[in-house]
T-cell receptor
Framework: EADIYQTPRYLVIGTGKKITLECSQTMGHDKMYWYQQDPGMELHLIHY???????EKGDLSSESTVSRIRTEHFPLTLESARPSHTSQYLCASSAYGGRTEAFFGQGTRLTVV | AQTVTQSQPEMSVQEAETVTLSCTYD???????LFWYKQPPSRQMILVIRQEAYKQQNATENRFSVNFQKAAKSFSLKISDSQLGDAAMYFCALTTSGTYKYIFGTGTRLKVLA
């Protein structure tokens, strides 16, 4: 299995709370990604990073923010969670972006009540 | 813009039989890569097979093979001798060396019948 880890696996939280989803990889990959997976299982890119101090918004608009202070760590933060944020969030990384495959974490299933 | 289309939301196959999952894509770039990923229920997304666009030979990994038709922009996955463990969501994905982003199709849910 790939060395990319997401915590927590499951999170139930109340509306208005601030949350941070953690993603870490031990493969030294420069490229990292956050995807939101909806109930129909479709994957939407919400954030990506080319390396330290580089972050970009993805194709799907998201109220979340990300940071990339260390190569191995790419956390996603929601300042004020809402029920519309309920979803599965998948983190991924790759060594050379478009030339190799992406490795995925196990995902965080977030429920905002 | 790059797009990936999977037109089969769900497929079923009898155990030990062969099934083909369809995928079409669109990109204006010449240097691109195609992937099939498998996502079992409540489990991690894993790579099944990859294909470099510059390679004419179709990729094969054990029971999994692809039919890559570059001119038609088609990239289908064939699973031979289907096993119960093959039951999962299968995603077709495209990436290019220029964008570094992975674009996924909407997925095909594969059911394997005993």
């Amino acid at each position: 299995e790939a060395d990319i880890y997401q915590t927590p696996r499951y999170l139930v939280i109340g509306t208005g709370k601030k949350i941070t989803l953690e993603c870490s990889q031990t493969m030294g990959h420069d490229k990292m990604y956050w995807y939101q997976q909806d109930p129909g299982m479709e994957l939407h890119l919400i954030h990506y990073s080319y390396g330290v101090n580089s972050t970009e918004k993805g194709d799907l608009s998201s109220e979340s923010t990300v940071s990339r202070i260390r190569t191995e760590h790419f956390p996603l933060t929601l300042e004020s969670a809402r029920p519309s944020h309920t979803s599965q969030y998948l983190c991924a990384s790759s060594a050379y972006g478009g030339r190799t495959e992406a490795f995925f974490g196990q995902g965080t299933r977030l429920t905002v009540v | 813009a790059q797009t990936v289309t999977q037109s089969q939301p769900e497929m079923s196959v009898q155990e030990a039989e062969t099934v083909t999952l369809s995928c079409t894509y669109d990109t204006s770039e010449s240097d691109y890569y195609l992937f099939w990923y498998k996502q079992p229920p409540s489990r991690q997304m894993i790579l099944v097979i990859r294909q470099e666009a510059y390679k004419q030979q179709n990729a094969t990994e054990n029971r999994f093979s692809v039919n890559f038709q570059k001119a038609a922009k088609s990239f289908s996955l064939k699973i031979s001798d289907s096993q119960l463990g093959d039951a999962a969501m299968y995603f077709c994905a495209l990436t290019t060396s220029g964008t570094y982003k992975y674009i996924f199709g909407t997925g095909t849910r594969l059911k394997v019948l005993a």
